[in-house]
């Protein structure tokens, strides 16, 4: 199947999802970019979108080459009651670069904002709900394609988010990062999609705090409990790219390692293409990845539902799938590894001899 870089004209997120065409998301932006020394660990605000344009245009520049139909602002955070004085220009620059790389392929550009730090103390609606406003006031003077409110613990401010940003004339998607055992008051997924589709959201989902095989049973959940209900609405997931088996409640923010140790954790890249057709079976059609998620993850997502999406992004172009570019090695052990079986049935070593397999989260 060859590369191609822009099948057909643009379409809207809800005209691409209602046709059945798989929507690909973008990756991870925070621990990435921390990585790169451009995001500072703690608060994760994003001022690099002005501080470091070139890095985050970049970064944009592989998600859409790896197979992203969707360029998310790196707005995570960029909210008055974290920025200050900072978080309009940040919003609006965030807006430009996201815009500008979507421009160069068949991407739309989505405004995201995520929950407060004000909601766990100061249950004040009023409040909370200005604050989304005015991040919402810059997306719509930005024009963005579509609106994500991302990263809930609580369903209750996840509907919030939900009304705000119904008030335009933009879809809405909503994820909340919780698992199996739902938000921090307790309700479950399926009783937290429900409310979400009620509040008028038309993609659910869950991101981040878990990794993929979490993020699908948690993402089963919200899907039985709207069929439950006689709800519809399109699926979204968009795990971290870390396995979690041993998480509890609060997700990857409670292991020891969290954040500089992870990298032992790292999904490889044919953990995310079983992660990629596990959710389209299940029903998902946008399939991203959160913190962690690096461009090559993207396109191991883009490759496993080529055969869906009729095409291979432009990044592709230098990956043979499923090793098959090993066939020319030099040495024939390596040359019997081009086969999707050998890939597929490998349970890769830490090359770590005194360190457990799980870890004991912190209380």
């Given amino acids: 199947m060859a590369p191609a870089g822009r099948p057909g004209a643009k379409k809207g997120i809800l005209e691409r999802l209602e046709s059945g065409e798989v929507v690909i998301g973008d990756g991870s932006f925070l621990i990435t970019l921390e990585k790169r020394g451009y995001v500072k660990a703690g608060l994760w605000t994003p001022e690099a979108v002005i501080e470091h344009p070139d890095a985050v245009r970049q970064l944009h520049m592989e998600f859409l080459r790896a197979g992203s139909n969707v360029m998310q602002t790196f707005t995570f955070s960029a909210s008055e009651d974290n920025m200050e004085s900072k978080w309009e220009d940040v919003n609006a620059a965030a807006c430009d670069l996201a ?21 766990r103390y100061h249950k004040d609606e009023a409040r909370i709900k200005k604050l989304f406003r005015l991040q919402l006031q810059v997306f719509v003077q930005k024009n963005v394609d579509f609106l994500i409110a991302e990263y809930f613990e609580y369903v209750e401010e996840a ?34 999609a ?18 993929p095989e979490t993020s699908l049973k948690t993402m089963k959940l919200m899907k039985e409990g709207l069929e439950r209900a006689g709800l519809k609405a399109y699926l979204m997931v968009q795990p971290l790219v870390f396995h979690t088996p041993d998480c509890g409640k609060e997700g990857f923010v409670d292991l020891p390692e969290y954040p500089f140790g992870l990298e032992p954790r790292v999904a490889t890249r044919w953990d995310i293409q079983k992660y990629a057709r596990e959710a389209y079976n299940l029903g998902v059609r946008y399939i991203g990845g959160c913190c962690g998620f690096e461009p090559y993850h993207v396109r191991a997502i883009a490759e496993e539902l080529a055969p869906e999406r009729g095409f291979l992004p432009p990044a592709s172009e230098k990956h ?20 999707r079986e050998y890939w597929e049935n490998l349970l ?9 397999s799980l870890s004991k989260p912190d209380d």
């Fill in 99 to 119: 815009r500008e790389v979507a421009g160069k392929g068949d991407a739309l550009v989505a405004g995201g904002i995520c929950q407060t730090s004000v909601y």
């Fill in 159 to 192: 509907v919030w988010a939900v009304e705000v940003l119904k008030e335009s004339d933009r879809p809405v998607a909503v994820t909340m990062c919780i698992g199996p055992e739902g938000d921090m008051h307790d309700l479950t997924p399926g009783e937290c």
């Fill in 194 to 211: 429900v409310r979400l589709v009620k509040a008028g959201a038309s993609i659910i989902g869950v991101n981040c705090r878990f990794g």
């Fill in 320 to 339: 043979g799938s499923w090793g098959s570019g090993l066939d020319m090695h030099t040495k024939p052990w390596v040359r019997a590894r081009a086969r």
């Fill in 348 to 356: 890769p070593a830490s090359g770590r001899p005194f360190c457990p």
